[in-house]
């Protein structure tokens, strides 16, 4: 990150850089830089930067996820609508494991805080927005596969494969963080990973796609709390659109708060999908989806524990996580439903 890198991918005179980390980064490093130019170029005096994480196992673990990202302002960013940050440079590796991704500096936009959870107003922020991204790719089938997409619509043979995975990172979430859960809990997250094969089969014919890890820390809200822009497209994928709804309400919820607005949320996302051009999907198969698509949340989190970088926070937010999710699976029945 010198002067004469910056300089030369923005195409500026930059004098200077000075570099401080955001965020703990588990599966990668983010830096504010900041910019001091020989001459006024118009551009901006701060960025964010992403970079590869600096644990060697861990880069090579998540390198599909840094394709993911820069298949994601490669060739998908210009063709939705959600509120994301202005990519100033992305470029990658052959491997995928050096990675970089230049974007404009948010502040003083905030990042959510995923073990506070949000507030309703917040939450219709969130819900409204990520029609931006489903609407444009809805059963569009060029969306389903392409270079990049870190989990493409899942075929039987994939679906058979991920519920293997999903079995062992479940196994191995409860070595790591079952203790500090109750039973209740542990029974749900080992039933709901039993079943992830059949669930990734269900309504194939309704697809879009999918941020795959769509909850606050992973979204920025300016001060006053009217504006949202959502980040982190390392889990870029293609399935049944609701997954992203129900993770985001399954997990950045207090369960209270969750159970009183979901069916409002879910209406307000379903308003926005129509407003945005989706036809032939009714308000009664949007809640139904939303109901199936808990089962998201205890996918990432046990992907999560099990393969990122163990950290305090992080586990404390897990285990939030996990507590909110499969509260929701038990009262939504969603494992009755598949």
Known sequence: MTAAWLGGVLRADVRSVEAAPIGT???????RLTVQYGADTGLPSSFAIKLPSQDDTVRDRVAIGYRSEHAFYRDVADQVQIPIPRSYHCEIGSDGAEFVLLLAD???A???????????AEARLAVRALAGLHAPSWC??????????????????MASGMGEVATMATDLTLDKLGARMSAEDRDTLKASMAVVTPWLQTEPDRFALLHGDYRLDNMLFDPDRTQITVVD???????LPARDLAYFTGTSLDPVTRGSIERDLVADYHAALVALGVSGYDAQSCWRDYRLGMLQAPLIIVFGVAFATSTERGDDMMLVMAERSCRAIRELDTLGLI
Do not use: N, R, V
């Not at 905030?110 to 309703?120: H, K, L, M, N, Y």
């Open 25 to 31: 980064g588990q599966t990668g490093a983010t830096y």
């Open 110 to 120: 905030e990042q959510g805080d995923q073990i506070a959870g949000c507030s309703a």
């Open 106 to 108: 948010m502040a003083p």
């Open 233 to 239: 497209w390392q889990t870029l994928g293609s399935g």
């Open 140 to 157: 569009d089938p060029k969306w389903t596969d392409f270079p990049g997409i870190a989990m493409p619509k899942p075929d039987a043979a």
